[in-house]
C-alpha cells in the first residue's frame, strides 16, 4: 500500500486540464497475431504504418513474454507517442506493444505518467492498458491500487482491467479476491462472469471446473452457462458434452441452450447431427427444444419435426411454440396453420396453440 500512496492516487484524482503536448510523428507500430505455422512458439510481429500497410515478421514469443527480467525494451517515450494516436485501433494496440516489455518498475512509472493525463480517452485507455499490465506482474497490488479508485471515484472500469490482468496468471486468486470485494451483487456478478469467460478462452476445463463447483441451479444465468457460451466457440462438441453431462438446474438448461444456439449458427448440420445421436432425456429434450426454435425462425414446418422428437411433454409443447413464435406474431393464422398440418398429437396442438395465444411469452 506504500507503493500505493507513493505513486499517487491523489495526484490522479486532483490533476486536471493539462494538455497533451505530444506529437502524432511515429512511423510504424507493431502489433502481434498468433502464428499459424508455429502456434504459440512464436508470433508474428505486423508492423502497421498510418496508410494501412502491414509486413509481417516472425518473432520469438519469448521476447513477448512480460517478464520482469526483461529490461532496456520498455520506452516511456513509446507509450507517449502510441497514446496520442488519433485511431483508436492504432493507439491500443501501440500502448500494449509499448508496455509488453516493462517490468514493475517501469509499469508504475508509466502509472505517475498517465495519472498526470488530463481526464479523457487517452488517460482511459493508457491507464486500462497499464493496470492490465502491472496486475499480470502483481495481481493484489494492481487490484488495491484500482480499489481504492473505485473508493473514491466510483469508476470500476479500472478495477475490472486490474483483475482481468490478474486472472491472465492467476484466475482463481483474481476471483477470490473480487468476492471479498464490496461491491454490489450485480456489479460482481458481471466482473465475475467476464472473468471466467477469460479463464474459459484459456483453459476451458479449468474453468468448467470452477463453474461446476460454483452454480446458482435456481439461476438461468449462471456462471455454467457463461463457460457453455464461450466454450462452444472454439469446440463445441466438448461444450455440449459438459454442458449436458451436468445435473439438472435452470443454469444447466441456459448452458445446454447456448451451445446448440451457437453451433447451430456455426455448423446447422454438425449441430443436428449431434442432437440426434444423443439418448433419449432431460439434456437431449434440451437440446432438440433449442434446435426446433432456431429452425423454426426460417423454416416452421421443420422446427415442428424436431419438437416431435421431444420426449417429456410439457417440453415438446415449449419446443412447438418455440418453432412457430416468430412466424406467429407476423401471421397467427399462418402459424396455427402450420401447426394443424403437422404431425403432432391433437392434444398437444391444442396445448400450443393455447400458449401461443396467452399473454406471457412462449417459453414459461
Not at 22 to 41: F, I, N
Amino acid at each position: 500500500m506504500a507503493d500505493l500512496n507513493r505513486f499517487g492516487l491523489g495526484t490522479l484524482l486532483a490533476v486536471t486540464g493539462i494538455s497533451l503536448g505530444l506529437g502524432v510523428g511515429v512511423g510504424r507500430l507493431t502489433t502481434y497475431v498468433p502464428s499459424a505455422v508455429d502456434g504459440a512458439k512464436s508470433r508474428i510481429r505486423k508492423s502497421v504504418d498510418l496508410g494501412g500497410n502491414e509486413t509481417p515478421m516472425l518473432r520469438n514469443s519469448s521476447a513477448n513474454s512480460g517478464s520482469m527480467a526483461t529490461t532496456g525494451a520498455f520506452s516511456e517515450e513509446k507509450l507517449q507517442q502510441a497514446s496520442a494516436l488519433l485511431n483508436p485501433r492504432l493507439r491500443e494496440h501501440g500502448m500494449e506493444e509499448a508496455l509488453a516489455h516493462a517490468n514493475l518498475d517501469e509499469v508504475k512509472s508509466a502509472l505517475r505518467w498517465a495519472e498526470s493525463l488530463p481526464d479523457g480517452p487517452i488517460k482511459k485507455a493508457a491507464l486500462a492498458d497499464i493496470l492490465q499490465r502491472w496486475a499480470e506482474m502483481d495481481g493484489a497490488g494492481a487490484t488495491n491500487y484500482a480499489t481504492q479508485l473505485y473508493e473514491a471515484t466510483g469508476n470500476a472500469g479500472p478495477l475490472r482491467e486490474a483483475l482481468q490482468g490478474w486472472a491472465q496468471s492467476d484466475p482463481n486468486g483474481a476471483l477470490e479476491r473480487l468476492q471479498s470485494l464490496g461491491l454490489t451483487d450485480g456489479l460482481k456478478a458481471d466482473i465475475r462472469s467476464d472473468l471466467v469467460a477469460q479463464w474459459t478462452e484459456q483453459n476451458p476445463q479449468g474453468a468448467a471446473a470452477y463453474a461446476a463447483s460454483n452454480r446458482d441451479t435456481g439461476s438461468w444465468m449462471g456462471l455454467v452457462s457463461t463457460v457453455a457460451d464461450q466454450w462452444s466457440k472454439e469446440d463445441p462438441k466438448m461444450a455440449a458434452s459438459w454442458a449436458g453431462s451436468l445435473p439438472a438446474g435452470l443454469d444447466q438448461i441456459h448452458a445446454v441452450n447456448a451451445v446448440i444456439s451457437n453451433w447451430y449458427q456455426a455448423n446447422p448440420n454438425e449441430a443436428a447431427a449431434y442432437v440426434s445421436s444423443q439418448a433419449p432425456g432431460a439434456s437431449r429434450d434440451t437440446m432438440a427444444l433449442t434446435l426446433a426454435r432456431q429452425i423454426g425462425q426460417e423454416d416452421p414446418a421443420a422446427g415442428l419435426k424436431w419438437a416431435g422428437t421431444v420426449g417429456d411433454p410439457k417440453t415438446q409443447e415449449k419446443a412447438a411454440a418455440g418453432a412457430l413464435s416468430d412466424v406467429y406474431r407476423k401471421n397467427p393464422e399462418g402459424a396455427l396453420q402450420t401447426l394443424a398440418n403437422s404431425s403432432l398429437p391433437k392434444a398437444m396442438r391444442d396445448s400450443v396453440t393455447a400458449r401461443l395465444q396467452s399473454p406471457g411469452p412462449w417459453w414459461r
